[in-house]
């Protein structure tokens, strides 16, 4: 890891993902939708991978319309009830597209509920570890022959303040954060020397998205930037500006 790096002082040129053939989950809204468009605007083809196909129509049509040469790609996947055939078919399908995969970004989460652990309902529990940190291994793990065929590939993890520093009632979302940095790191790890697909994770911090709201329903969406706002720390680690830089966890603000 290059511990000098900062993704938030690089400034993207128009062209920086000329090329790069980007999935990313969560893309029909938020950061994952802003991440999605800016990546296209930089040259990339994206896959944009979600659970409705009606938003991520609307995505793909908005990529369309502002970079026709983008080519985005829709990949439906629930990551909650997906099962090993759904994410074998989308692996299959990306080699058979595209032959390799530069970037991986895992942004689609859901917050659950803000409880004490004494009354956390089990079933939310097991919903929320399932789409923030199981459904992002299996994903990983199936689309690595794809990512091994890049010659500069970068798997990149959407983090948390609370994955780093537990607080009380955020239950199983801070315990899935903890883990998607766990499993950034070790994925790192096992990586560095002997590929070149680098794995970090990036902390968006207070984004104006509906999962926010979700989670401070008392705040002042205002106060909160825009998911545009973050995209240049996103479009560094995706990109070749962050070319042997593994195994970190940075922050977007």
């Known amino acids: 890891m290059t511990a000098a790096f900062d993704p938030r002082t690089?400034?993207?040129?128009?062209?920086?993902?000329?090329?790069?053939?980007?999935?990313i989950t969560g893309a029909s809204d938020g950061v994952g939708r802003a991440v999605?468009?800016?990546?296209?605007?930089?040259?990339?083809k994206v896959i944009l991978l979600g659970r409705s196909e009606r938003k991520l129509s609307a995505v793909h049509a908005q990529i369309e319309s502002a970079s026709p040469a983008a080519e985005p790609t829709i990949a439906v996947l629930d990551l909650e009830?997906?099962?090993?055939?759904?994410?074998d078919r989308l692996a299959s399908a990306v080699?058979?597209?595209f032959g390799r995969?530069?970037?991986?970004?895992?942004n689609a989460a859901m917050v659950g509920e803000l409880a004490p652990i004494e009354h956390y309902d089990v079933p939310t529990w097991c919903r929320v570890l399932q789409v923030n940190l199981t459904a992002a291994f299996a994903l990983t793990q199936v689309?690595?022959?794809?990512?091994?065929?890049?010659?500069d590939a970068s798997v990149l993890f959407t983090s948390s303040s609370v994955g780093r520093q537990g607080r009380a009632y955020w239950g199983a979302y801070a315990v899935s954060k903890f883990g998607v940095e766990g499993l950034s790191q070790v994925l790192a790890a096992e990586l560095e020397n002997i590929s070149a697909i680098r794995v970090n994770a990036l902390n968006p911090g207070p984004v104006r998205t509906r999962m926010r709201a979700q989670a401070y329903p008392a705040g002042n969406p205002a106060s909160w930037p825009p998911p545009e706002a973050?995209?240049?720390?996103?479009l560094a680690l995706l990109g070749p500006?962050?070319?042997?830089?593994?195994g970190g966890s940075f922050d977007a603000q």
């Open 101 to 106: 995969l530069d970037g991986l970004l895992h």
């Open 143 to 151: 689309l690595l022959p794809a990512l091994k065929q890049s010659s």
């Open 230 to 234: 973050v995209t240049g720390p996103y």
């Open 10 to 23: 690089h400034q993207a040129r128009p062209d920086e993902l000329a090329g790069r053939v980007i999935a």
């Open 36 to 44: 999605a468009i800016a990546c296209a605007q930089h040259g990339a």
């Open 241 to 246: 500006a962050s070319r042997g830089v593994t």
């Open 81 to 87: 009830n997906a099962l090993a055939p759904d994410y």
């Open 95 to 97: 080699l058979e597209r």
